[in-house]
């Protein structure tokens, strides 16, 4: 349990702007945060299995979509229809960024892990971890359009 602890209170930092903070400091946190899942899967005797880092990466994606939702109705307090459309349009491109900014990182790091054969692989089920974000993009799409005519 203290191991556990351990590890996934060096992640508290790169969490909190999961729950709090804009499209833009997730993104910024997003190298940081995906180094120590690396770390914590390399070295941690509870997330040592693809299994449990799997589960891990799939509820940092339900977060972030979260947060995606809370920013799209301004914490709840104004609709998307009752803003100009160029301001709606800017803040739903900037989730579609924060999802393949998200894919990207995680792409990124699963290279440098193949470069590093002995060290433990990225072989994650990616649809698993991305496929809500990934439906969530294409909802997103269609409120683009929509906003765009």
């Known amino acids: 349990a203290k191991d556990n602890l351990k590890y996934l209170s060096t992640l508290h930092r790169f969490i909190e702007p999961l729950y709090s903070g804009t499209v833009q400091s997730m993104i910024d946190t997003l190298p940081a945060l995906m180094n120590s899942i690396k770390m914590i899967y390399s070295i941690s005797r509870y997330y040592n299995t693809e299994e449990r880092v799997a589960n891990m990466l799939s509820k940092i994606t339900d977060q972030m979509v979260v947060r995606c939702q809370e920013i799209f109705s301004f914490e709840g307090k ?33 290279r440098k892990l193949e470069r590093a054969p002995n060290s433990k692989q990225f072989s994650f089920n990616e649809m698993q971890i991305f496929g809500k974000f990934d439906l969530f993009q294409r909802r997103v799409t269609k409120l683009i359009e929509l906003f765009s005519t």
């Open 78 to 110: 104004k609709n998307l229809w009752q803003e100009k459309p160029t301001a709606v349009i800017k803040l739903l491109e900037a989730g579609i960024k924060l999802n393949k900014s998200y894919q990207e990182q995680y792409r990124s790091t699963k």
